[in-house]
């Protein structure tokens, strides 16, 4: 088997975070490799290298034995690497042929488009990947997402590509749908091609694949052959680090239930969930891409527009339904949600405005706004959190991505919420700000809040939660209180391998 | 966000007064106090209506229907003038102010509530109220002078501390705009919403009911303008105002009004009309052709698109700290 891709020593650097240090990885011809790690383990950052997206820091990437630079997307096509992502990079109006030829048509000797070489050209492709049932000239937004898998495979069988990379290609696929793709990414590994496997789904790691990379914090952990080891065994080096000492976890007495849910479903999204939060405590919800957990609490804010939701929430014991955000914040809930630059801020306005911005009825009089008050708002809250910044007329797209989510924080504790539900409030912030976030996630349960913390990051909620509950798929899997907590055992419902490995 | 907007705002105010002084050397009467006050007065109508043209385009909307709004309003008061001649002219223009609203409320029903593209909308609209001209002129009857009251055609030109009324009730309606929009919550909530509709969403504003708001304020603004345009011009008629519309989209567009949304100042939207009107003011008293007259005009609004494409680019992630003055 030849090699086809190797990387030697790979360091990739975001403002301060290390998302990769130093992994190397090699994938022969004829070999299906998986690659795993829990969120934030660098996966991705491969994957962007790979394809050309990202330049790494330092060290070296071979491909078929040349030294090799891939600076742009079309190099990384042209090496023949093709990357297929969780949710396909297609055209919805063109159709099939459309598809296949974007960005590098055949031409008659007239200078038009030769469609009839590339619809036969397209024809034989859809027959390789089984996909019996659809012309090339179907339109692609009739397809399902698992037929879209398959066109974008088809693509890159057109241009002969020899490395594929699957990036949680069935995270959103039927049993069936998985099965028809098995048999393709087996297909294409008996051609000679040299595939890498990206999932959470051990059944699948092991069905499918012939070896296996660990990352773990942008870290190469180890490798080896899939059949001598254990899901028990990855799931250890997938977790396995010292957890506790960095996350100060405050002693607070946990007092009456201050919110209830009961039964609640949207049937697209999550179903049957039901949970409680008491005063004073943190609730951690742990779970991987796609489990549905900001789903759940977009849906209880009232912020999930034309969903239906059933279900029943109580808060303070008092029965209680939320039609838009603003009846959840005025009840004393706020949310802050994970996509800061595009949900949590206005970037364009000042440090002030975004403090003061939830809170106007505080600070304005028959609607007359109180520079006096806003700045006294601004003030209190800022210096709470040490906002670093010049002044507080400060746009906010001017300061650091750790100063930007203060800000979103100081925006929602000026609200005087009585439960905070924090939506990876540490994503893709620097080391120092993120002990900050700790520091004072802990300190807001000591002032009688309750906080549900919804992250990615196993030891961070292991360290501050006082229960998890671990949810997959839309489901709630486990709820584990702190005596009990186990990374090993997160990791196993938060993966849903079944019971077996603990019992 | 000021400091940001205070750079164009010079900018313009130099190349107005860098227009004036020019036109001033060729065409001296140009620089009278009676030259200055009647560009003044021809340019309060472009004024008052790119402040109304501005606040949809905060939320990233576009009225398209504000001329047509105009000659609905001013054929209707009009029309009750030349029948009631013996109402009073406060409430002539209460009249046209409510009918104004009115029509802007359906402009804001239906872009806020039910969430319909602006552009179509009001385009739609456009159509509809200068039928609805149509139809209440009897067919396309005009309204002239002789219809109209003394009271009616004088109160824009009534001298107050030496300035006519339209001059004062422009400088009025800015003095509002400006309080409105820097000083007061809906404000505010407008300039969020438009900005990033999304966050504003999640920090619990109502969104609906703001873009609402914002086309009833245009409305209420247009119908101002209606009696305005009729008294000023003394003639009421269906094409009244016609493609007016487009002068206070590239007005704001001057002045640098994001039409993206969330981004531009009164000031800046005053200057952008005060600049469109001068153009048509000065070329020809320079005795340039009226065809060089709209060249020229396109031009000035092309080169401030070409200005504000630049300056809305997202800038690039300061890393210097001192690196914060942004060049236009």
Redesign the interface.
Known sequence: MSVLIELKNIKKHFSGIKALDGVHLTVKSGEIVALIGENGAGKSTIVKILTGIYQPDNGEIFVKGRKIIIDSARKAWNLGITAIHQETVLFDELNIMENIFMGRVFKNRLGFLDKKKMFSITNELLKEVHLDDVEPKTPLKTLSLAQRHLITIARSLSHNADVVILDEPTAALSLGETRGLYKIIRKLKDNGKGILFISHKFEELFELCDRYYVFRDGKYISDGNMDEVTEKELIKMLVGREIGQIFPKENVEIGAKVLEVKNYSNNIEFKNINFNLRKGEILGFYGLVGAGRSELFKSLMG?SEGLKSSGEIFLNEKKIKFP???????NGIA?L?EDRQ?????????IK?NIT??S??RV?KR???SKEKELAITREYGNKLQIKA?NW???V??LSGGNQQKVVIA?WLAVKPGIMILDEPTKGIDVASKAAVHKFISSLVLQGLSVILISSELPEVMGLSDRIIVMYKGEIKAEISREDFNAEKIMTAAADVGSDLHD | ???KFKNREFYLLTIIAGIIVATGYITPSFLTVGGISSLFEDSSILIILSLAQMIVMLTGGIDLSLASNIAFTGMLVGKVCHSHPDSPILFLIFLALSVGLLLGMFNGFLIGYLKLPPLVVTLGTMNAYRGLTFIISNGGQWIKSQDLTESFLNFPHISFLGISMIIWIAIIVGILMYIFLN????G??I??IG??T?????????ISRNIFYAYCLSGLIAGLCGYLWVARFAVAYTELAQGFELQTVAAVAIGGISNLG??GTVPGAILGALLLSLIANALPSMGISPFWQLALSGAAIIIAIIINSRSNKL?VK?IL?NW?TRRE
Request: one cysteine or more; a neutral charge; charged letters at 25%.
């Open positions: 912020l838009d955000a603003k009846a959840a914040i005025d949310y949600p595009h949900c949590g801020t206005i970037l364009e306005m000042s405005n911005l939830p106007l009825n304005a609607g007359l706004i010049d007329q400060m746009p797209e001017e925006k | 966000m000021l400091q000083k007061m919550r809906l505010r909530e300039y969020s900005n990033n999304l966050a504003s969403e999640y920090v619990g504003l109502k969330g981004i800038p300061r700290k914060i």
